[in-house]
């Protein structure tokens, strides 16, 4: 404060409560943030901790950390099983969902603007899946696909299809310039060449964000693997981690255990990835 | 384009596979259930044609008046939580220079995990044996509060509602601080040389030129809420009896374990009526008081 001006001494009240008014935002922030992580890291430190820790003082940290409750449940999620499973129908939807919805787009964005299919395909955002799971599942049961991986990809893909058009077909409205097709159009290429060569290649970022939201919501489903896949072989990590919760476990360890197991892969990827998936969960409300 | 669009052809490779997956699993299931809403059906023998008898039914069981009544009383709260302290924390973290990324990426944390993850965290927090809940309250001398808060029917259904907004808070802080920093900067200091504070800022124009992203969350908390299942099943099985279920744990159960697929695919279309109702209802309403 040594070289203020005499027109900013004045102010030196107003300084002051600027400092207070920063000093209370961080302070809230911080409160609130620790609130917000605190049962995350409460479990993480459970599953460290053994059934006699566990019922003892639930502030304690592990004393001594115990790590046998990720043995066994790894054992009872079936961890090998299940992680393959979830990773298979993640990256299958990802892989189908983006060809199909970034087709419709291009032909939505840039073949066809301002079509009725476009309104069509976004009513789907809005529709709640309890609408359509009891036919999905009776269609799946008369098709033989309850049960099967094809069956739960397919309802992966069709629920996640609305929200993907939308993303992309407005990435590709903005991001790829006309010019560019019209003149790949005039140097004799058709509707495919120019999506393979030139819409798909430069809708890498709409694709990742769209793809992001995709593999999130696979690998975090739960009603319709719930519903469709009884057959243990073909169970999600998600699922079964829940299976960890008997009706008349107690095993409090075991089940903190589970929860780190599942919540794990999918913060390592926030972490490594956090523009990208705050993009990819938050695409329905902002643009661009 | 005009110049793509001569490939007549183009609709049915780009558009085709899409429109069939997309109009036979997703719409016509709608009319399937709307069909099936009208008929008693255990999913087995032929369907039995009933006309508005599960409606009926269905309006005049206590049950599903409870579970109507869970699902408004929760939305209601959820709008008032997570609109507010999403505007709240929105601004405060908009207003904060240092920190900013950092408190963005730990606010969000909860919105990546599954809602299975959130809700058996939430059975071990709520644990009224080893859980912290109970343990504070004794802490600070209010032991009378202590409950088994996941099978006490007078205070289950907060113990399910609380993970159930605790998890999306960080989702519509973000959306509104996106918001908040498409705001000019402009606009924000001119009124801080007129000599507004930053109440004054965050009410008379950070939250009017957001009532469009607002009307976004109130339309993703209320077609969540409608859709709701995942806490309520896994922390309670919306129990004791339905005293902490939603609409679509109620839905489930009616189909999934009494095999009343019938009374089922009513719910599934309440479901359906009033997410729509609701969110074409606050879309009149904001477009009411934007400008």
Redesign the interface.
Known sequence: MRHTTPDLLQDRSSIVKQRI??FF??L??AI??FT??Y??V??VL?AFRDNKQ??G???AFPNPAIFRNFPKAFSGVHLLTTLTNSIIYGVVTVIVTML??A??A???S????GSS?YVY?II?I??????????????MRNMHLLNTRLGII??Y???N??MS?FILTGFMKNGIP?DL??AA??DGC???E??FRIVLPMSQAGIATAGTLVF?GV?????FAL?MLAAPGLRTL??S??ML?GPYSTD?GL??A??VI??TP??L??IVF?EQ??KG??A???KG | ?H???K?KW??L???G???V??TY??M???F??LY?SLTTWD?ISKPIFVGFRNYVEAFSNPDFAIVLRNTFVGLALSLLFQVSFGLI?AY??Y??L??FRL???????????????VA??????F?S????IN?ILRLIGLEPLTRNWLSDKEVVFYTVLTPMI?QY???YV??LL??MQSISEEIIESARIDGAG?FRVFFNIVIPMQLD?IF??IV?IT?GM??A??HSY?MTWGGPGVRSAF??VY??FK??VHAQ?GR??T???V??VA??II?MLFRKIVQRFSY
């Open positions: 008014g920063v935002r961080q809230t922030l609130w943030c917000t992580l049962p995350v409460w479990v459970n566990i019922y003082n639930p502030f199909l919805a087709m419709a291009f032909y939505l840039k073949i066809a603007r299919l395909f789907g809005m529709i709640p899946i309890q609408a359509i799971l009891i036919p999905l599942f009776i269609n397919i309802v893909v069709v629920i299809l609305s058009i006309n097709i019209e159009v005039i058709g509707p495919l120019v999506f999130l690998w975090n489903e739960f009603l519903t998600n699922l981690v829940y919760r409090q089940m903190a589970g929860v599942l919540i999918v913060i990827m926030y956090q998936v705050v969960l938050t329905g409300a902002i | 384009m110049i793509l669009r490939y183009a609709i490779v780009f558009v596979p899409t429109l997956l997309y699993f997703v016509v299931s709608i399937s259930t099936y999913a924390f405060l973290i207003r904060t240092r920190g408190y963005r990426a730990l606010v969000f944390l909860p919105v990546v995990l599954s809602q299975a993850a058996m965290m939430f059975t071990l927090v644990n044996d080893v859980g912290p343990e605790y808070i960080g989702l973000v959306i996106a918001g930053s992203i976004i969350c993703m077609t409608f859709k299942f995942e896994i609409l679509g839905m489930y189909a999934f697929y089922a695919s719910i599934a279309m479901i359906l997410a729509l969110t």
